[in-house]
């Protein structure tokens, strides 16, 4: 034998009928959408620091990428020891300009001194 389904059309309720929601019902429903509103605005929250924080990194690597700019332009020029090292250069250049520049001593010649005028002890000792 085969089971037939009975014809439940009658049983269904029709939509016009008013369901009645017993209280414990309305609570959970309401608490439903409380947590799905919650959980929305968790998630909103969420993607607002997102985006902020992709933001914040994009300035940083933009930040980073000027500063290495400046810093390329400034060692076209000359390091800091390299600007120190051509100071000393020049000022040791003045002064040996000015070294050169000065009159020249007069040199004494020597004159040999005679051997009783030196404070020397000489004689057979000196062998």
């Given at each position: 034998m085969v089971a037939v389904a009975p014809n439940n059309i009658h049983l269904q309720e029709s939509p016009y009928v008013a369901k009645e929601i017993s209280t414990?019902?309305?609570k959970r429903l309401e608490g439903q959408k409380a947590r799905e509103t919650k959980k929305m605005a968790k998630?909103?929250?969420k993607a607002i620091q997102k985006e902020r924080n992709a933001i914040k990194k994009e300035l940083k690597q933009d930040?980073?990428?000027?500063?290495?700019e400046q810093e390329q332009i400034m060692n076209q020029g000359l390091s800091g020891k390299e600007m120190e090292e051509q100071k000393r250069q020049r000022e040791e250049d003045a002064l040996f300009q000015e070294f050169i520049k000065e009159e020249p001593k007069t040199i004494v010649?020597?004159?040999k001194k005679s051997f009783y005028d030196s404070n020397r002890l000489g004689g057979s000792s000196m062998a």
């Amino acid at each position: 034998m085969v089971a037939v389904a009975p014809n439940n059309i009658h049983l269904q309720e029709s939509p016009y009928v008013a369901k009645e929601i017993s209280t414990k019902q309305l609570k959970r429903l309401e608490g439903q959408k409380a947590r799905e509103t919650k959980k929305m605005a968790k998630r909103q929250a969420k993607a607002i620091q997102k985006e902020r924080n992709a933001i914040k990194k994009e300035l940083k690597q933009d930040e980073r990428e000027r500063n290495a700019e400046q810093e390329q332009i400034m060692n076209q020029g000359l390091s800091g020891k390299e600007m120190e090292e051509q100071k000393r250069q020049r000022e040791e250049d003045a002064l040996f300009q000015e070294f050169i520049k000065e009159e020249p001593k007069t040199i004494v010649d020597h004159t040999k001194k005679s051997f009783y005028d030196s404070n020397r002890l000489g004689g057979s000792s000196m062998a």
